[in-house]
């Protein structure tokens, strides 16, 4: 039976080998990624979609962060960002660090956001004076520097420094500091859920003594009232922070800061309320008006750019910035 169905199969395979090919080919150009990406304006996230909270009452407008689309460069893709406006080509170098691929860059962008989320709740609940317990800080390695010398990987929880607990980037630079050059300090590391002991040689720069790792920190806290903030596999980023932030403050008050708005916007947010710049405005504006947004709030370094896109393609939509959650939070209030 084997031998017959063998000798089918070669049959087929010289009778249609042209078509094979041929078929091969397009599958290959179709799938294969090449070094380069493409942005496309994007869209925006109601985010009272995402949000549920004990008690969370109904707002007349809606609280709303954009995002952009990131396209992979395969060959049909590549050919389209040539005809359709607003498809942007980008190398794959100006959106990567060294010879990550655009599928390990979206997945660090995953963590990143899991962080805006972080951020973004802490800062509200504090801001809403309600209850929250932060039970826990994780400290994820997200970079090794090329010169580091060192066992560790990407995605181990930093956990300690020669015994040292080590919970934020002030610490890891006290302890490095204390050292001298071409010393090997002893990191703990969970990795994978095991604790594993890890080795880092200090070498200097012109910025100091380093070890050659940044970290970025999530953390896991307890709620009153109860928040759970829901995402889609293929969101990541952290550039929704400010929003997530002000959606979260609107849910868990009796405020109502839209005022029956539309409202988009895009930042980063710190766990104390500073809005970070952003990449792809364009994209995100462009998104905002599509969706009929009335007004789009962005961090004060994205705001000349802001104001540029507006002017070039004539947009009817308010453009804000602000710095702070604070700011935001007053502006919204007082329109």
């Not at 008690?55 to 407008?61: I, N, R």
């Not at 080590?166 to 302890?175: Q, S, Y």
């Not at 790792?213 to 109860?226: A, H, K, N, R």
């Not at 550039?239 to 997530?244: C, D, K, P, Q, V």
Request: glycine share 6%; proline share 2%.
């Amino acid at each position: 039976m084997f031998n017959k169905l063998y000798v089918g199969i070669k049959k087929f395979i010289v009778d249609n080998y042209k078509f094979l090919i041929v078929w091969a080919i397009i599958i290959f150009l179709f799938f294969y990624e090449l070094p380069f990406a493409i942005y496309t304006p994007g869209g925006i996230v109601n985010l009272e979609d995402r949000i549920e909270v004990d008690g969370e009452h109904v707002t007349e407008g809606s609280l709303n962060m954009s995002y952009v689309s990131l396209v992979k460069g395969t060959l049909p893709m590549i050919l389209l960002s040539y005809v359709i406006p607003n498809w942007d080509l980008v190398s794959r170098n100006e959106i990567t660090r060294d010879d990550e691929s655009v599928t390990e860059m979206l997945e660090l962008e995953k963590l990143y956001m899991q962080s805006s989320i972080d951020n973004a709740t802490i800062l509200a609940y504090q801001k809403a004076d309600k209850e929250i317990d932060v039970t826990r800080e994780v400290n994820n390695i997200i970079y090794i520097a090329p010169e580091a010398k060192t066992d560790l990987k990407v995605y181990d929880e930093l956990l300690m420094i020669d015994g040292i607990d080590v919970e934020n980037i002030i610490e890891l630079k006290e302890i490095v500091n204390s050292k001298k050059e071409g010393d090997i300090v002893n990191i703990t590391v969970n990795r994978d859920g095991k604790k594993k002991e890890c080795q880092a040689e200090i070498y200097a720069t012109s910025d100091g003594l380093k070890v050659g790792i940044s970290f970025l920190t999530t953390y896991e806290y307890v709620t009153d009232p109860s928040i759970t903030v829901e995402t889609k596999s293929s969101e990541s980023g952290s550039s929704g922070g400010l929003m997530l932030s002000l959606a979260i403050y609107n849910a868990i008050t009796d405020e109502d800061i839209t005022h029956g708005k539309t409202i988009v916007g895009t930042g980063t947010i710190t766990v104390d309320g500073i809005v970070g710049p952003i990449d792809g405005v364009k994209y995100k504006i462009l998104g905002a008006v599509k969706s009929d947004a009335d007004m789009f709030l962005c961090p004060e370094e994205n705001y000349e750019e802001a104001l540029e896109v507006k002017e070039k393609f004539d947009l009817d939509i308010l453009i804000h910035s602000v710095k702070t959650f604070d700011e935001a939070l007053a502006y919204l209030n007082a329109n």
